[in-house]
């Protein structure tokens, strides 16, 4: 027997393989073959063999990244990290250079012991490029201000420094850019100043550029520009009131009554030389008579809609408008010669047929009545005791209504218009009982 395993190698052959087999399970148990991926980004090498004074290239973001897959035992992998990992494109090895886009084959190398090259695989060998000229334009720089400054203050002029900002890079990129706007941090400021600012640089979509199509730009300085904003703060001043002007000459055998404007007031924002000049003024706005041109009419004038800033009654450089709007409705009243109006409460015009489960309001506290005399002095006339006024509301429920208001008038005087209002009917309140009641 002792002889027969002493000289028997086929014996000993078999149990080393059964020992390296169970070694070779344990390792694979404990230690197994695994593929892991890794998004790498793309490094580029030899810019210069296509940028010259007139060609550059441009990459899409989606080839900027590639995903790289490898395979090992899982103690290496537990080693490797994207920092190990380098994809080149090296432009040097573009073969054809009159295609569109450019192929440029993309290497891969592993800084790891233990890493096998063919178990290394990528999502894509080559990448695109496009070749394009270089193109230049001048830009308008546009100042944004965000943030609001102190209590009582307003931004009111801002002088960029530079205004404008030449900008280099491939045409497709310099052809879609649409404004070019310094973003400026004025938050809580309560004095002159300057402030500094990078730009953004939208398309004409309004879509801001990304960090990576930024890069394929350059600017007069060969870096990202920075800007400075010359600040100058403005101070408020409320309840600036309105007079207009007007020009021109009614229809003939009428007058004009009143001249309004809403809203009358408004809160203004300026230098401190042009508030001056407001108060000099008393804090008055005057809209000019050319504005409002009346020639030949024989009714109100109800059509003028005047714009303080883009109508110049303002001058931007010095004073605007703090509200989101500066446009003034003007109306201007004309009345027959010989005639005035005047303004009658509504609380004495008597309600003919209301319903008794009814009750009954206005918009207005007052109505206007046009009244022409014949032989008496208009400036002796008092609404509250010469005029009997009333309304019918026969037939009518609950509801909003246009109403025509009767009116009856002294002998001598003459009513020039209809007068109407709009009335509000509602049902009245239901009162609940209560025990004892």
Known sequence: MKKFLTNNWALKILSIIVAVLIWYLVVQVSNPYTRQ?????????????IVSGKKTFRIDDQYRTLRVTVGANQSTLKKLDVSKIR????????????????????NVSVDLTGIDEKNITLSRTTIPITIEDIENATFDVEADCEGKP?????????????ATVNISGPESIIDIIGRVVAKINVNGMKEDGIETAEFKIYDKNGTEFTEKTMDYLTFDNGMTPQINAEISLWKKREKVKIRVEYSGEPAQGFQVGEVTATPSEVTVVGSQEAL???????????????????DYASQDRDDFSIDLMKDKVLDETKIRVAENTSAIKVVVT?????????????EQIQKMNLAEDLTLSYDQSTVPIRIKASDHNLDQFDPAAMVQASIDLSNKGEGDYPV????SLPEGYELVDWVSTVVHLKKKAEVTKTDGD
């Open 276 to 294: 001056d000049e407001l108060a000099e003024a008393g804090n008055v706005i005057t809209i000019p008579g050319e504005l409002v041109n009346i």
């Open 87 to 106: 994809l080149t494109a090296d432009l040097t090895q573009i073969v054809d250079m009159t295609s569109s886009p450019v192929y440029v084959p993309v």
């Open 334 to 346: 004309v009345l027959p010669n010989g005639s005035q109006e005047f303004l009658m409460d509504v």
């Open 404 to 407: 025509t208001v009767n009116v």
């Open 37 to 49: 991926p890794y998004d790498v980004p793309v490094e580029i090498l030899n810019e210069s063999y």
């Open 150 to 162: 102190g209590s009582g203050y307003e931004v009111g002029t801002v002088s960029l420094n530079p």
